[in-house]
């Protein structure tokens, strides 16, 4: 009889490895079971497109793919930390991104400007 074919575990990057368990302090079962991964062009730029990802986010298609979990476990939202960060008028970094509706829907629904917009 044949073995039953196993899903692949989602895989990440060594350096978003790194920056979940060292950076964040996040333990490897949460990273594994909450569905991190890295976003890797070209099919990444497909994939953030997919996800609501504005053309000049998903250009930028080498990063962390963060899943924003709702209260099942399951994955409402995310976040796309980019390797190399766009900037702002001001010359500052912008580290994480977000799909085109994120801001509008979750400052409504949470009361605020936004996730992770400064760390």
Known sequence: MPEPTVPRPVELLPQHLDQLAQGSGIAPEVIAASGYRSIVPPEGYGELKRLGFSDVHAKRSLGLLIPILGWDGQPVLYQFRPDSPRHDGK?????????????????????????????
């Open 91 to 119: 010359g500052r970094p912008i580290k994480y991104n977000g799909p085109r509706k994120l801001d509008q829907g979750i400052s409504k629904l949470w009361g605020m400007e936004g996730l992770n917009r400064e760390a």
